[in-house]
Each structure stands twice: as C-alpha cells, then as structure tokens.
Nanobody
Framework: QVQLVESGGGLVQPGGSLRLSCAAS????????MGWYRQAPGKERELVAT???????NYADSVKGRFAISRDNAKNTVYLQMNSLKPEDTAVYYC????????????????WGQGTQVTVSS
C-alpha cells in the first residue's frame, strides 16, 4: 500500500523559510502528479502548488514568487521550498499524489499524507 509521509514543518518567524518534503513509500512504478495543499483553521483545504511527472508546475496566486515546488521521480519525493513566509501561510500542509501505479498493477487515483503543521509567527 502506498503511503505519503510529510516532514519539515514547524514554527518560523515572518520572512523566514521552510522546506517541506513528502516521500511516497511502497512498491511504486509511477506517480502522475504530486502537490501540496493547505488548510487553515476554519477554512477549506486549498491548493498551494502541483507538479507533473514531466515537471510542469502550477501555483496558487498567493504563493507565486515565494514558494517553489520540485520533485525527484527516482525517489518518489516532492518538495516545497517556502520563502518570505507570512502569518497567513499558517496552516496544516498536506501532500497529495495523483495517479499512483504500483508494480503489483494496482492504481490509486488520489492519495493524501497525514499533514504537517506550519506556523508563521513572531
């Protein structure tokens, strides 16, 4: 069974940086797209950034120019470099994988990680 494990969250001051990582474990043959979403208290989960297997990226307007998503296909890992963090970036950040095919032949449409807390505060 494929699982996503996030790491790298924490407390940072405004203007600071954090790097999130998400590693997919299991007998994985390929992953179509990977991405990051976030959910702040009292708000709906929203897209932060996505990246396809070929490297095409998409960002929410609120993070363009500050965040950068990347992935290592060989390691089935996606990263989110977050710079110039603002208090409004505070949220639980969730990793997402779309179109996950295993060597066993199984296919999962959509898989979520457990989330990692990012808090931006002085």
């Amino acid at each position: 069974q494929v699982q996503l494990v996030e790491s790298g969250g924490g407390l940072v001051q405004p203007g600071g940086s954090l790097r999130l990582s998400c590693a997919a474990s299991g007998s994985i043959f390929s992953i179509n797209a990977m991405g990051w979403y976030r959910q702040a208290p009292g708000k709906e989960r929203e897209l932060v950034a996505t990246i396809t297997r070929g490297g095409t990226t998409n960002y929410a307007d609120s993070v363009k120019g500050r965040f950068a998503i990347s992935r290592d296909n060989a390691k089935n890992t996606v990263y989110l470099q977050m710079n110039s963090l603002k208090p409004e970036d505070t949220a639980v950040y969730y990793c997402n994988a779309v179109g996950v095919r295993s060597y066993s032949g199984s296919y999962a449409t959509n898989i979520w990680g457990q989330g990692t807390q990012v808090t931006v505060s002085s």
